[in-house]
């Protein structure tokens, strides 16, 4: 609940986001898809409406749920970090968490969560690891705000800081089968040292 | 909008309770147009002292309809879409059966003999009327409160007859507190002597217990909040305390008031059988293993869609009752949306507080349409 009393900026709409066509490109038409921390519904309706695939969605703001909603979404206010538990095993293809990770209390027990509600989880979040990151921290010794990180320490709603490279470890400890890995610096793909030069990465576990 | 009650009659209906009415009728109004296809009609339920006139303006009286703000051309439930029925519960007092209407046998009006009902025998009797209407499949059953209820045990009893169903501010079982306060209600009337066991249809019928009775149900409509905001401490037509026992306080006269004017227009009697009515509703017939209740055959989960819905200051018909629902749909991979929408107004807020409400059933339906017409 703690998101919730925090003032939370608007999420962008799906064309300013390069994460949500990339999850676009992954979900197959048809496929079931809980997309925890759905916002307005956005890459719900999207997906709905381009991939015809059965929608759920989960988001703790009760004017972003009503949003999904009035936009068609079946979406429902609720915890993330409490929700999950009422799904039977496999009840999706796919659980989404698209740049909400940094946001949950529990971030190992919401991804243990996702791959046993879907068949295969798509986690994608802002890279602390990415230069202006680094070069925000070194010059100014204060919480980076940056364009990616663009709150201030005392409202943010991020709570966990992780780089691709933290991500990887924690998949490679937890035993969670990374079977793609997409990293972006704005809306294109890169391969070459991605915890420096990306912004956004996005995994498809499971 | 100008709108006139209709009237329909049945032979006879088996109740739950092992008795049989016959004849019975049921009063019910309808807005907009039923499609070529009659895939557009949507059942509106009432709450506990509601009526068939639902919206519009009443041919006879003038009155608008008691769900006027959501039902009608641009509004949520938009009559150029869709063909909205809402009928009175049976049991009622007005234009349904009920425990006022003569019973054929004696010629006298039924009082207490008329039999026990429940909710389950509202809904039988709504669906004899969708059927007589010649609608198979309803987009959608919705209501607040009792009305609540019934689009539950629609989805419930009648899964293949109902594509969506939106209960707000409702509960899936009475809950001890519910009960108690209806109990309330009951003893204020039975405790008025003109009550008379219920026989009171040739004489005085019981004003000051059914008026008592009312100004509870008025409370627990409220929040602490908004009678705050709407009364306050302030004084009813004075300026220092009268120190006698006549009306000092604003809520007082308000109360009072409220209890006078459902006098006239509510029979004491049906009072008693559609709280009762309300306290066995159980959808799980008393196991509380909810899942199985929303379960087709035992097996498979409804397939109809839900748009639950609840208010943040309603502590009749608390958000934790319609949470409980969301969670065993969620559970059984159910499609539900499910918003606490912020309201001070208490559980009377989906009946005044519609902006919000009327956004999300406007785009529940238009999606539950969508997917209809796919299908």
Known sequence: MAA???AIPQKVALTERPDFRVIGQIVEPGARVLDLGCGEGELLAWLMENK???????????SQVRKAISRGVSAYQGDIDEGLADYPDRAFDYVI?????QETRSPLQVLKEMLRVGRRAIVSFPNFGHWTVRRAMLFTGQAPKTKLFPYDW????????LSIRDFEGLCAESSFPIAERYFLAGSSRITFAPNLLAQTAVFLLG | MVVETQYARFESIALDSGATLSPVEIAFETYGQLNPDRSNAILITHAFTGDAHAAGISHDGGKPGWWDNMIGHGKAFDTERYFVICSNVLGGCQGTTGPGSINPATGRPYAMSFPVITIRDMVRLQRMLVAKLGISQLLCVAGGSMGGMQALEWAVSHPEMVRSVIPIATTWRHSAQQIAFNEVGRQAIM???????????????PARGLSVARMVGHITYMSDESMREKFGRRLREKEKFGFDFGVDFEVESYLRYRGNQFVSRFDANSYLYITKAEDYFDLT????RLAEAFRLDGITPVDTRFLVISFTSDWLYPSYQSQEIVRV????????????????YGHDAFLVDVAEQTEIVRG?????????KAA
């Open chain 1, 52 to 62: 015809g695939v059965l929608a759920r969605g989960v988001e703790i703001s009760a």
């Open chain 1, 97 to 101: 968490l698209s740049q909400t990770l």
């Open chain 1, 4 to 6: 919730s009393t925090i």
């Open chain 2, 285 to 288: 017939n008393g196991t509380g």
């Open chain 2, 364 to 372: 529940f339906l238009n999606s539950t349409a969508r997917i209809a």
């Open chain 1, 154 to 161: 005392y409202n943010s709603p991020n709570i966990h800081f």
């Open chain 2, 191 to 205: 405790a008025d002597p003109d009550w008379n066991q219920g026989e009171y249809y040739d004489s005085k019928p």
């Open chain 2, 329 to 344: 749909l969620r559970r059984l991979n159910g499609d539900i949306a499910y918003c606490d929408l912020q309201s001070n």
